[in-house]
């Protein structure tokens, strides 16, 4: 999800694919960070700071994208929804001029997120076992459990995001994200994290029968 940490790298990050997966989240949004806090602190790019960062994380974000396609085979379907996502609220930020823009994204992505979950749980087709389903074996009911639990977060950190880019400037809510959001991502994760083990069943190897005649 680029910046908005998925589960699946949250809850298995010991593995390799786990590892990779944190460092596609946490990359794009890294670099964002980083290149803004150098970029305002240079007199000759300080004014237009927000917007030259902007422009480097949508870069950042079609990175991870191409690299998931060349490395993996695959784009994850939640990492289409966030390029798509950045590249959209980032252009009108970058064509408007105004930061806003690319404020209120985490506040749209993280809605999208609730309003997908339960009008799936709705039409009793669990995005949430669709999206993570190859991960873990699980039975319908916790997959709905989660399901839940996540919206709900999703719910909380829309609000949060609007609460911190109202009331704080753009500096602090920028740098909040991998010092405020990352974090509580990682906590409810941990907190999930032993409903998951417990229910989680290893798929069965299959085995090839023997060879007739032999």
């Known amino acids: 999800m680029t910046e908005e940490l998925t589960p699946l790298a949250t809850v298995k990050p010991a593995k390799p694919g ?16 980083v290149a803004f ?5 240079i007199e000759a790019t300080k004014d237009n700071a927000v917007y030259i960062a902007t422009g ?11 690299w998931c396609k060349l490395k993996q085979g695959r784009i994850p379907p939640v990492l289409v929804v966030t390029g798509f996502i950045v590249t959209a609220f980032g252009g009108l930020t970058l ?15 993280y809605l999208f997120y609730v309003t997908a979950i339960l009008i799936s749980l709705a039409i009793k087709q669990n995005v949430w076992k669709l999206l993570f389903g190859h991960a873990f074996t699980l039975p319908d009911r916790i997959w709905t459990i989660l399901a839940l639990r996540w919206s709900a977060f999703f719910l909380f950190q829309a ?13 602090f809510w920028l740098n909040s994200r991998p010092f405020i959001v990352f974090p509580l991502t990682l906590v409810f994760a941990a907190i999930n994290t032993p409903i998951v083990l417990k229910h989680h069943q290893e798929p069965e190897e299959e085995v090839t029968p023997p060879a007739a005649g032999a």
């Open 18 to 33: 786990g590892v990779n997966q944190l460092m596609i989240d946490l990359g794009p949004i890294a670099v964002y960070v």
């Open 37 to 41: 806090n150098i970029l305002q602190r």
């Open 56 to 66: 480097i994380f949508m870069a950042a974000t079609i990175a991870a994208i191409v």
């Open 95 to 109: 064509l408007l001029h105004d930061p806003t823009y690319i404020q209120i994204k985490p506040t749209f992505t």
């Open 159 to 171: 609000v949060l995001n609007e609460v911190i880019r109202n009331t704080q400037t753009f500096e």
